[in-house]
């Protein structure tokens, strides 16, 4: 399992197989 560090393109997520988690809600409301 290869997780993303550092990449934010989401084309090389899907290409390579990396493994995504989308912690979104974790982002506190500023």
């Known amino acids: 399992m290869?997780?993303?560090?550092g990449i934010s393109d989401?084309?090389?997520l899907i290409t390579e197989k990396?493994?995504?988690v989308?912690?979104?809600d974790h982002i506190p409301l500023l």
Do not use: E, G, L, V
């Not at 290869?2 to 560090?5: D, E």
């Open 2 to 5: 290869k997780f993303p560090y």
């Open 10 to 12: 989401f084309d090389t």
């Open 18 to 20: 990396y493994h995504y």
């Open 22 to 24: 989308d912690r979104t």
